[in-house]
């Protein structure tokens, strides 16, 4: 194989070509009838100007109107391939605490809600995020978000939900909003108040104070852009996920939906109904919850590492594929699901679901970004796009889905700018 990427500092200081690229993923195809769902380009370029894409096509015509030797950031792919960076749509990435433990008790056969009933899981990591500091909540967030960029991920969905009272909700949401400030992964806040129910307290109340006092409080401070409720069996039914998803609409907050993960409450149907902007998890979703949410424009984002980690059933791709859906994959990273790589989503999705290497790399991407409600081409390399971009140590987007031992990035593209190599 050919040596890595090579990347040169030029004169001009705010274009970025990217140049000699075996195999360029520019994004989803407009051809329905090709053999994939990617428009690619081969020998190809693109260049960006303060962080956009300006062009994209040959090698040849690209530097010819942007030559290399003239720009800030000059790429030399070598004949790798380059995709667009990650969109990763799905996380609860700031936390405290460990969980390890809980891990191994899953292997022994103990089963995920009794270990919440027992005071573990989500509660568990509650206690441990209200004792953390500010400071800390920071530091492993923007640790995890390293991680994250290193694997390929450019732009992050992180929820709140480790808090359940409304000082530590909004101390979470603080984090997510100083780690996006601090370093290159662009991050999108949800509000989940709605995570799970606190020790000792009955849901309704506990409803009542998700509306009456935490979602007015996140509001005001305006970090957060979604709200989110855990719609399962033992948590929030769907008559109590409604009145919370419906007062986050009134705060100005899109809806999301965590729908049909253990059983079929009908989360599915609440988020068609509400025309959210994602139901995610749908490991029990029917063909009713595939037709309602395909008619509503709801993205089903589905989460391959949890049923992964919890040895469950994967999720039907295929239906939602076939129904001409727009499937996105995330990793649901939290402490429950310790995977940071949408390299390794690609995998499960590919090997567990079923997907084709090309729509797990566009679940990823495209698709992940709409489920963010991000129509300004993220998740694409096309003309006015984010020049956000993964040069991989690879002559195909394939090997992301096929390579699972270690990573296949080689270098990391932010707005324009190398931030991995």
């Known amino acids: ?56 096509g040959s090698s040849e015509d690209v530097t010819r109107e942007y030559p290399s030797e003239n720009a800030e950031t000059a790429v030399d792919a070598d004949g790798r391939a380059v995709v667009p960076g990650f969109v990763d749509p799905h996380t609860h990435a700031v936390f405290a605490g460990d969980r390890s433990d809980e891990f191994e008790a899953k292997l022994r056969g103990k089963e995920y809600q009794e270990i919440l009933a027992e005071g573990g899981g989500i509660l568990r990591t509650v206690r441990a995020t209200r004792e953390a500091s500010d400071e800390e909540l920071l530091e492993n967030l923007t640790g995890h978000l390293e991680t994250m960029l290193a694997h390929g991920t450019t732009t992050v969905e992180v929820k709140s939900g480790y808090g359940l009272e409304t000082e530590t909700e909004l101390r979470q949401l603080e984090a997510i909003d100083r780690a996006d400030a601090a370093q290159p992964v662009d991050l999108v806040a949800t509000f989940m108040g709605a995570h799970a129910v606190p020790e000792n307290r009955e849901t309704d109340a506990y409803v009542d104070d998700v509306i009456e006092e935490q979602l007015p409080a996140v509001a005001e401070q305006g970090v957060a852009e979604f709200c989110d409720v855990f719609c399962e069996e033992g948590v929030f039914d769907v008559a109590q996920s409604r009145r919370v998803l419906e007062a986050g609409l009134e705060h100005g907050l899109t809806p999301k939906v965590h729908a049909e993960e253990f059983v079929r409450l009908g989360g599915a149907g609440l988020a068609a109904d509400l025309q959210a902007a994602s139901a995610d998890h749908l490991l029990h979703a029917n063909e009713d919850d595939v037709a309602a949410l395909c008619e509503a424009g709801v993205v089903p984002v589905l989460l391959p590492g949890t049923a992964f980690g919890l040895g469950e059933a994967y999720a039907d791709a295929r239906a939602f594929l076939e129904a001409g859906a727009p499937v996105a994959l995330a990793t649901d990273f939290n402490p429950n699901c310790h995977s940071r790589s949408m390299e390794f989503t690609q995998t499960l999705g590919a090997v567990e679901m079923g997907m084709t290497p090309a729509e797990a790399l566009l679940a990823s991407t495209r698709n992940a970004a709409l489920a963010l409600g991000l129509e300004n081409g993220t998740g694409t390399l096309r003309e006015g796009a984010p020049a956000d971009a993964v040069v991989l140590e690879a002559p195909s987007f394939a090997h992301l889905a096929y390579r699972f031992d270690t990573t296949a990035v080689d270098a990391v593209l932010k707005a324009g700018e190398v931030v991995i190599e």
């Not at 090579?6 to 051809?31: H, Q, W």
């Not at 329905?32 to 990617?38: F, S």
């Open 1 to 56: 194989m050919s040596g890595p990427a090579e990347i040169a500092d030029g004169a001009n200081g705010d274009t970025c070509v990217v140049y000699d690229i075996g195999e360029l993923v520019v994004g989803p195809s407009e051809d329905d009838a090709g053999e994939t769902p990617l428009e690619i380009f081969e020998d190809a370029a693109f260049a960006a100007i303060d962080g956009e894409v300006v062009a994209v």
